[in-house]
């Protein structure tokens, strides 16, 4: 069905820069975007539907490109540890942190996974979200890290929002394996990942690349066998020391590196070289207090394209508003609003591959948008969190 929406402005994003059109129109076909231009340009012809969308604001729907919304339990309680000086690595060290997460998950039930991630994925809906990657790693056996996947793409066939999943077995090393990383990475290698692959669960492949995680090397061979099977590779990299991961990444052609507040402006380079996407988590940021800022300029001067996403996880960044997101980009990162939103959008939509469908507003592309009725496109890092008014469109079809 062919659908006119308009007396609305759109922040195309298109051919990924930040461009406006001011009274726009736009032209929905089934799921697609058949048209977008100035009004006055709109083609003649018969608009079955017709949509005022009373001189809001459009821009594609927002894309949430790293997050871990599917968990068991939750950690309030060590953050109010945190708040009494305990380190985020003293608590790992002492049985917290992502293991105590990992107990949880493993003993809860795929339902109850699933329903306490479904709620997560409203509230992160609620600000326009429309895409989301969501990663497994919770789990660190292959029954619990199947358990997580099967969640995820539940997720994706019950509500209405696009997800991408994503296998994160390399997270940290589960209990069974202590003091036996390279045979846990050796497990991850010969039997998680290709029975993950053949099972369909896995749209791409990451690793936590740290000191207090897996060493470069580990992360590498998980990445050989991403490419055997096919997969894309993402990493967590460069978040609390300089191991050179986002590197190792732009070898391997990764979609994203993420976290970067170590890198070096020459991982920047391997990075622009590789079109590796730089994901920016401020929630971590901001929830860790960190005061290392990725380095921005070498990022820009390079050309890198840079992404902003929730991290939505319960260790260290528990965040459910991407908008609160871009904010803190703003704020604590200092990317500027169109920096963000394209964060949000065209390269969050390239850190997941699907740059070629998402992301912007062009003809061919999903109907993935958001008319939200604010007065400028900076209002969307403006304002801290709340509700903003809005209409959501997925897949060509208005979503409440
Ligand atoms: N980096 C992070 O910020 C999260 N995972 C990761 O590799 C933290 C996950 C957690 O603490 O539960
Ligand atoms: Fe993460």
Redesign the pocket.
Known sequence: MKTLWQNCHAATMAQGVYSIIEDAAIVTQGEHIQWIGPRAELPLGDYPAVNDLKGAWVTPGLIDCHT?AVFGGNRSGEFEQRLQGVSYADIAAAGG??AS?VRATRAASEDELFASAAKRLKSLMRDGVTTVEIKSGYGLDLPSERKMLRVIRRLGGELPVSVRSTCLAA?ALPPEYKDRADDYIEHICAEMLPALAAEGLVDAVDA?CEYL?FSPEQVERVFLTAQRLGLPVKL?AE?LSSLHGSSLAARYQALSAD?LEFMTEDDAMAMAESGTVAVLLPG?FYFLRETRLPPMDALRKHGVKIAVAS?L?????PALSLRLMLNMACTCLRLTPEEALAGATIHAAQALGMAQTHGSLEAGKVADFVAWHIDRPADLSYWLGGDLEKRVVRHGVEID
Do not use: C, E, V
């Open positions: 871990h942190g992502i997460t997270h936590f995680a967590h978040q976290h971590a991290d996880n319960p260790g260290t960044s």
